[in-house]
């Protein structure tokens, strides 16, 4: 026999309705080394006789061209078959239909073949007859057909998604005519799908079909049945397979199976996998994996559906987890844990401190719908940076009156002092209350009222009862006092300052100094107080005129001759001063204190200065300069 080349050459004298022939008849006998070359011999004939023109001149009624196509498209090496469908698609898809029925085995394998390549309906549900093929050809074919079309349904138009979910359930009715044990496999994997026609079916009374399906999503070694055993737990039939599946699963298979852990999400399926030997399994594997983002939200619901001791614990490790996705998901399973376990619930409470407001949010909204929360919960919630979540908790289980009878409010407490003050209706009430304290309570409520006026602002309101408590005897009320009248600008406050900074305690002079640098008028009073025998006092009118910088270079020689201060109260004060205003000049002065002081608590404090400055120094210099690194090695030592 001649080689390829010269018979195409031989083909391409005939007449164009013989070449056409002869190509055809040629690919249906030719074999894998021969099927690509005439193939796409054919294809470009083809494209030319339907338009009319070939080499050799002579045209083709376009029905034959496409007739002859599609009778040999099975044929058609899948990387050629494109080239056809674009210039035949739409007859080809009405062809595939009538070869479907043909009574020759090639035509019916070119109908399949077409009903898979093309995706029309019609062909699409000539398939599932097809199963039942006397050639064993045919069957087999259109069983890959269907298991290849239920994978791409996604990428389908409707209608043909349709076509192919209604034939899957028609193959499945009809088991016992073909017996095809594949087809059931397909079947089982689109039933995790929820698709219409094949759910209709898996709800029907049990029978031969389904008893087949049971038996392929349990033994099938496939991955794609392996994929879909996640989602058969809510199907009731196949809940069983999915277990059994989901026992040995491979390394690939097990992270892809927590990854799908965001299904659990339906109780249906949590419920059936709850206390179950895979659940331990995948939460006790994926927890010494590293995992991706979606694989870690899956394995939230796996230690959720593991109801061992423990379940808590697990939960408890993805408080920190980078992804907001992931601590949402735990949050919620955590929530729902919270209803009869203490332990969840206090985790649910760790939850509503979460750096996200969603997370935060939910948690303490599940929380209230618990129950009232903790008060101990609610003030340190006040403090969340979140609004909605300090919105949700302002009133709860919190009194203004509980802020003025204790001593030590909490900031909870404070902001419902602060919420009774802005409300026409309780801030008679709440005003008179903290203006009795403040005049007639014991010294350690008076102290404690005095200091929630600066905490809720309102030191205007009480500026009589508080320039009153800045005369008083007791020193730490007087004290407490000063610092509240620092927030006023009125002549009366101006003149109990000065007279606080005269006070006999050096308690009350230092807030009356802390108090008199808040943008305030009394520069004269700070730059006597630089020289106080107190050296708490002095340390706060030498921070303040730096800060201001009003003094000249006054207030700098001030703290450098603290920090030689034949005292040690005072050289340990010029050091809280000198870290607080990050005063790096003073680097080596304080480097020697680290290292020659005799009191051990001034060598601390300049051990704890320098170690501020050091690194000030290092942020604010491109290199480290000899006395950088001196005063470095020093300190560190």
Do not use: Y
Not at 195 to 211: C, T, Y
Not at 526 to 534: D, F, G, V, W, Y
């Amino acid at each position: 026999m001649p080689e390829l080349p010269e018979r195409l050459r031989r083909v391409r004298r005939l007449a164009p309705r013989l070449r056409l022939t002869a190509l055809a008849e040629a690919l249906a006998g030719s074999d894998q080394h021969e099927s690509g070359v005439i193939a796409s011999v054919l294809l470009e004939e083809s494209h030319l006789l339907a338009g009319g023109r070939s080499w050799w001149g002579g045209g083709v009624e376009r029905e034959r061209v496409v007739a002859t196509l599609a009778a040999v498209w099975h044929r058609i090496p899948p990387e050629l078959r494109p080239a056809g469908e674009v210039t035949f698609g739409e007859e080809l898809i009405a062809e595939a239909e009538r070869l479907a029925g043909s009574e020759r085995v090639r035509d019916r394998l070119a109908g399949v073949a077409l009903a898979e390549d093309l995706e029309g309906a019609g062909a699409i549900r000539a398939l599932a007859g097809l199963l039942q093929d006397g050639e064993r050809d045919v069957a087999e074919a259109a069983e890959g057909a269907l298991g290849s079309l239920m994978r791409r349904v996604g990428e389908m138009d409707t209608e043909a998604a349709r076509a192919v979910d209604e034939s899957l359930a028609a193959a499945a009715r009809g088991f016992v005519e073909h017996r095809r044990r594949g087809v059931m496999k397909t079947v089982a994997v689109a039933a995790a799908r929820g698709w219409q026609a094949v759910g209709d079916f898996v709800g029907e009374a049990d029978g031969p079909g389904h008893m087949a399906m049971r038996a392929a999503a349990r033994r099938s070694n496939d991955r794609e049945v392996r994929e879909a055993s996640v989602r058969w737990l809510a199907v009731e039939s196949l809940a069983p397979a999915a277990q059994a599946q989901l026992e040995r699963l491979t390394d690939e298979q097990e992270e892809r199976a927590l990854a799908q852990g965001v299904l659990l999400k339906r109780a249906r399926r949590r419920q059936r996998l709850e206390g179950s030997a895979p659940a331990r399994r995948l939460v006790e594997k994926g927890v010494r994996r590293v995992l991706n983002q979606e694989a870690r939200r899956g394995l939230v619901e796996w230690v959720a559906a593991d109801e061992r001791a423990g379940r808590v614990e697990k939960l408890a490790g993805f408080l920190t987890d980078d992804s907001t996705r992931v601590r949402f998901a735990a949050m919620r399973r955590c929530a729902e844990l919270a209803r009869e376990n203490e332990e969840a619930r206090s985790l649910l409470e760790d939850f509503a401190f979460d750096a996200d407001a969603r997370v935060a949010r939910t948690a303490v909204s599940a929380l209230l719908a618990q129950g009232s929360l903790h008060k101990r919960i609610v003030r340190a919630l006040v403090r969340s940076p979140h609004e909605p979540v300090r919105t949700m908790v302002a009133g709860e289980a919190l009194d203004w009156r509980d802020a003025i009878r204790n001593p030590g409010a909490e900031r909870g407490d404070a902001l419902a002092l602060k919420q009774a003050l802005d409300d026409s209706q309780t801030r008679s009430a709440a005003l008179n209350a903290l203006r009795s304290a403040i005049m007639r309570g014991q010294p350690p409520v008076r102290v404690g009222a005095i200091s929630l006026v600066r905490r809720v602002g309102a030191a205007a309101l009480c500026e009589l009862e508080l320039l009153g408590a800045a005369a008083d005897e007791d020193a730490r009320v007087a004290a407490t006092a000063a610092l509240a009248l620092g927030a006023l600008s009125s002549a009366s406050a101006h003149e109990a300052l000065a007279r606080c900074a005269q006070h006999r305690d050096g308690r009350v002079r230092a807030s009356a100094i802390e108090a008199a640098g808040r943008g305030r008028a009394m520069d004269s009073i700070l730059i006597e107080a630089m020289r106080e025998p107190c050296a708490r006092a002095r340390a706060n009118a030498v921070r303040v005129m730096l800060k201001k910088e009003c003094s000249g270079g006054e207030a700098s020689e001030a703290l450098a001759a603290m920090l030689t201060d034949e005292r040690a109260e005072h050289r340990l004060s010029g050091l809280w001063a000198a870290q607080r205003l990050g005063r790096t000049e003073l680097a080596q002065r304080v480097a020697g204190l680290a290292t020659e002081e005799s009191e051990e608590r001034v060598r601390e404090g300049a051990r704890r200065c320098g170690r501020r400055l050091l690194a000030q120094l290092r942020s604010e210099w491109s290199g480290e300069s000899d006395a950088c690194s001196t005063a470095s090695a020093e300190v560190v030592s």
